[in-house]
């Protein structure tokens, strides 16, 4: 098996952004200079005459972890497809750094230059041990025989040996991936995700169905990732969110309702109305 990795880039906007045009960056290149890495403005996505998403306009700055809440329809996984690429938007404006034109841009273009998603179903492949997983993970000649039959690098080894480290499953690495529990299969496809070199991660409800210990450990990985990457997190649970979050977005219908703290979401009169209940 072999492999590489691969970061990211991305896009534009206005008055945020200022002046200034538009072209393709090289994985690992993309431009920050503003502090921030991804922007959507005025998105607006309809089905069927629905708008799952409303002139949505949110923000993520470079490094930042952010927590995505919101009722069921209020557009979170609406969001989460049009930054991946695999919905367009009808309007409006969506980039990846200051240069990136995400909706110009292939889903596989996308998740090259630097944007990866994790879903809330975990798709380890069960058969093969964790190392082997991380391994297929890598970015590189993805040709099944090539992926079988090469070997790794010294580096690429170094690799997987740190990312296992990082999600805590070093111990576990001989071991088939279908036999871990529930919460090391979601670390295992949150390192596999890691493998590929994402600037920006999209996680979509990481603890459900989690124990408390698992729920704890999560926390602190998520924690751990930003800095070096921007961490989106999509979740329901508002422990889990307290536990990890310094900003908070709350979604409705659409657009943003509410942006802050948690402490500021769960004290806002509207957001008490429309999803956390009195």
């Known amino acids: 098996m072999s492999d590489s990795t691969q970061a990211g880039e991305s896009i534009v906007d206005s008055d945020r ?17 503003h502090k921030t890495i991804l922007y959507l403005e005025d998105v607006t996505v309809s089905f069927d005459g629905f708008k799952a998403l409303n002139k949505l306009s949110l923000y993520i700055d470079d490094g930042e972890l952010r927590c995505i809440i919101g009722p069921n329809g209020a557009g ?8 991946t690429g695999k919905t367009r938007p009808d309007s409006g404006s969506v980039f990846f750094g200051q240069t990136m034109d995400l909706t110009e841009m292939d889903e596989y273009e996308i998740a090259r230059a630097g944007i990866g998603r994790k879903f809330q179903k975990p798709t380890v492949l069960p058969e093969h041990t964790v190392f082997e997983n991380l391994e297929l993970a890598m970015h590189t000649d993805k040709r099944v025989w090539t992926s079988l039959f090469s070997r790794l690098s010294g580096e690429q080894r170094d690799r997987i040996d740190g990312v296992l480290d990082t999600i805590g499953l070093r111990d576990q690495a001989r071991r088939a991936a279908g036999l871990l529990s529930h919460g090391q299969k979601q670390w295992l496809e949150i390192g596999m995700l890691l493998m590929q070199g994402p600037r920006v991660m999209l996680v979509d409800e990481p603890v459900a169905g989690m124990t408390h210990q698992e729920m704890d450990r999560t926390a602190e990985l998520l924690t751990s990732l930003a800095g070096e990457r921007s961490v989106i997190v999509v979740e329901h649970d508002m422990e889990f969110v307290r536990s990890i979050a310094s900003k908070v977005t709350v979604l409705h219908e659409g657009s943003v ?21 009195e």
Do not use: C, R
Request: proline share 2%; charged share 25%; glycine share 10%.
């Open 76 to 83: 979170k996984t609406t969001m989460m497809d049009v930054v």
């Open 257 to 277: 309702l509410a942006e802050g703290t948690m402490d500021e979401v769960q004290n806002n009169k509207k957001v008490i109305e429309v999803y956390l209940g």
């Open 17 to 33: 952004i200022g002046e200034v045009g538009i072209h393709t960056v090289e994985p690992g290149k993309v431009d920050v200079s």
